[in-house]
């Protein structure tokens, strides 16, 4: 099965952004979260990514209270 939940080779960019969104959501299957953090030790833009995805989500849980 091609794509993100296969272990084996990396995980490009775009692939890794989907996931951090996904993963906001649901909870991603093994492989598809070590191949995302094996990504994001090594690609500086998807962990700023990361972040700002996740100070996103924290602003909107804080608007809706």
Avoid at 4 to 10: E, H, K, V
Avoid at 27 to 35: D, H, M, S, T, Y
Wanted: glycine letters at 4%; a positive charge.
């Amino acid at each position: 099965m091609p794509g993100p939940y296969r272990l084996g080779m990396m995980l490009n960019c775009k692939e890794v952004s989907r996931l951090v969104s996904r993963r906001q959501d649901e909870l991603l299957p093994f492989g598809a979260r070590f191949r995302m953090r094996l990504h994001l030790l090594l690609c500086d833009a998807c962990r700023a990514f990361e972040r700002q995805t996740a100070l996103l989500r924290e602003a909107m849980h804080r608007y809706r209270e």
